[in-house]
């Protein structure tokens, strides 16, 4: 069984993506990792370079500014990456640059590879999605955040990235997939306040025109990370690659979970039913769990 990780990552330092994190979560799961380095005004190539793994191979690209819809330029470099893919490859791990993969979940990652290896009828791999929020602390648990995600595929051509890379589709229908009981840990909303309404503009430039984000984008030094619906205490322990830059942490952010939730009774029912019973009403999916 042959594995290749993927990833894709711009300007990686300049929004304070723990993209080094990242790559060094996959590659105990890997033969071999790409990592498409779009054009950057800072120093990430480098730092990829600087990772001392045999495994890994770098592909320069360069992003299409001109995509400004749906966030589809995240899609179409996704695709790069992937196409890089080997062909003898078996399974490929997708991981962003701002995910994180928890060595405790490493033999069940690799036990799902193994064992659905040759049943050809699975494409891929879902696991569950933790969304940290505003701090190390907090996980964001209101049903607008995605608590599943497909991260490993089966190295078909047929299968692409969907909408802005959010997940994957098959000739343009939903991926079977097999379920397991392993997470991505999600850092995209842990970061400076600063950097964090840095990388919201540039993201939302991906997503909307000149013309929207002139009457729509409010122009602040920093994101007000208290403006969210529904946090609850993360009780668990994160990737040992992640404790450096928890260490490291440079502000502050505080919630009280019990207070202040901004959720209407019909919300507060439908988070109780997906925690409680997995019951998703009402959501967009690109996968089939197979039993």
């Given at each position: 069984?042959?594995?290749?990780?993927?990833?894709?990552?711009?300007?990686?330092?300049?929004?304070?993506?723990?993209?080094?994190?990242?790559?060094?979560?996959?590659?105990?799961?890997?033969?071999?990792?790409?990592?498409?380095?779009?054009?950057?005004?800072?120093?990430?190539?480098?730092?990829?370079?600087?990772?001392?793994?045999?495994?890994?191979?770098?592909?320069?690209?360069?992003?299409?500014?001109?995509?400004?819809?749906?966030?589809?330029?995240?899609?179409?470099?996704?695709?790069?990456?992937?196409?890089?893919?080997?062909?003898?490859?078996?399974?490929?791990?997708?991981?962003?640059?701002?995910?994180?993969?928890?060595?405790?979940?490493?033999?069940?990652?690799?036990?799902?590879?193994?064992?659905?290896?040759?049943?050809?009828?699975?494409?891929?791999?879902?696991?569950?999605?933790?969304?940290?929020?505003?701090?190390?602390?907090?996980?964001?648990?209101?049903?607008?955040?995605?608590?599943?995600?497909?991260?490993?595929?089966?190295?078909?051509?047929?299968?692409?990235?969907f909408r802005d890379a959010i997940s994957f589709m098959k000739n343009g229908k939903r991926?079977?997939?097999?379920?397991?009981?392993?997470?991505?840990?999600?850092?995209?909303?842990?970061?400076?306040?600063?950097?964090?309404?840095?990388?919201?503009?540039?993201?939302?430039?991906?997503?909307?025109?000149?013309?929207?984000?002139?009457?729509?984008?409010?122009?602040?030094?920093?994101?007000?990370?208290?403006?969210?619906?529904?946090?609850s205490h993360f009780e668990a322990t994160h990737p040992k690659v992640m404790h450096q830059?928890?260490?490291?942490?440079?502000?502050?952010?505080?919630?009280?979970?019990?207070?202040?939730?901004?959720?209407?009774?019909?919300?507060?029912?439908?988070?109780?039913?997906?925690?409680?019973?997995?019951?998703e009403i009402g959501k967009f999916k690109t996968y089939t769990i197979v039993r």
């Amino acid at each position: 069984m042959k594995v290749t990780g993927f990833t894709i990552v711009r300007n990686g330092v300049k929004f304070d993506y723990p993209f080094i994190e990242s790559i060094k979560s996959v590659l105990p799961l890997c033969d071999e990792m790409i990592v498409a380095v779009g054009n950057s005004e800072d120093e990430t190539l480098a730092l990829v370079q600087g990772i001392d793994s045999p495994k890994i191979k770098i592909i320069q690209t360069i992003w299409d500014d001109s995509l400004r819809k749906g966030g589809r330029v995240l899609a179409v470099e996704t695709d790069k990456a992937k196409a890089d893919i080997s062909k003898d490859t078996d399974w490929c791990i997708y991981i962003q640059a701002d995910e994180v993969l928890h060595e405790k979940d490493y033999p069940a990652i690799r036990k799902a590879m193994e064992e659905n290896l040759d049943e050809k009828q699975i494409d891929g791999i879902l696991f569950d999605h933790l969304n940290l929020y505003g701090s190390f602390d907090y996980i964001a648990d209101s049903r607008k955040w995605a608590y599943k995600q497909i991260r490993i595929i089966r190295n078909d051509p047929n299968i692409t990235s969907f909408r802005d890379a959010i997940s994957f589709m098959k000739n343009g229908k939903r991926l079977k997939v097999k379920e397991i009981d392993a997470a991505v840990y999600h850092y995209g909303w842990v970061r400076h306040p600063k950097a964090m309404q840095d990388k919201m503009e540039s993201f939302n430039k991906m997503w909307h025109d000149d013309e929207w984000m002139e009457k729509n984008f409010e122009k602040v030094n920093e994101f007000d990370f208290s403006n969210i619906d529904s946090l609850s205490h993360f009780e668990a322990t994160h990737p040992k690659v992640m404790h450096q830059r928890i260490e490291k942490m440079n502000w502050e952010f505080s919630f009280d979970p019990t207070q202040g939730m901004k959720l209407t009774p019909r919300l507060r029912f439908l988070n109780w039913l997906e925690k409680k019973y997995g019951i998703e009403i009402g959501k967009f999916k690109t996968y089939t769990i197979v039993r």
